[in-house]
């Protein structure tokens, strides 16, 4: 079983940056995936970064690369995404999601609530 509680969205202008956190808990075996996913008005869900929490690795969506930041403390159980140069497409709601590692990418299996992002 694995809870996640995503927190750090609110307003900020364009330019502006913020940082969230998803705040986990449950045994690591079911969360070595962790990721960032985002679902505005009218589109489709987005997935926005990813992180294999054993080896660190990461990736981004090509939306978001040398932009968007994601990280983690291990001792805190937490992932992070720092957010800078924000823009207004980027206004979303975003999700933190994890799950185990799969082929070719991972199952994510359990969801936050989310936090709201708007960039004006």
């Known amino acids: 079983h694995v809870q996640l509680v995503e927190s750090g969205g609110g307003s900020v202008q364009a330019g502006g940056s913020l940082r969230l956190s998803c705040a986990a808990s449950?045994?690591?075996?079911?969360?070595?995936?962790m990721a960032w996913f985002r679902q505005a008005p009218g589109k489709e869900r987005e997935g926005v970064a990813r992180?294999?929490?054993?080896?660190?690795?990461?990736y981004y969506a090509d939306s978001v690369k040398g932009r968007f930041t994601i990280s983690q403390d291990n001792a805190k159980n937490t992932v992070y995404l720092q957010m800078n140069s924000l823009q207004p497409e980027d206004s979303a709601m975003y999700y933190c999601?994890?799950?185990?590692?799969?082929?070719?990418?991972?199952?994510?299996?359990?969801w936050g609530r989310g936090t709201q992002v708007t960039v004006s």
């Open positions: 992180i294999y929490t054993g080896s660190g690795n990461t």
């Open positions: 449950g045994y690591t075996y079911n969360r070595n995936c």
């Open positions: 999601a994890a799950g185990r590692k799969t082929l070719p990418s991972c199952d994510y299996k359990y």
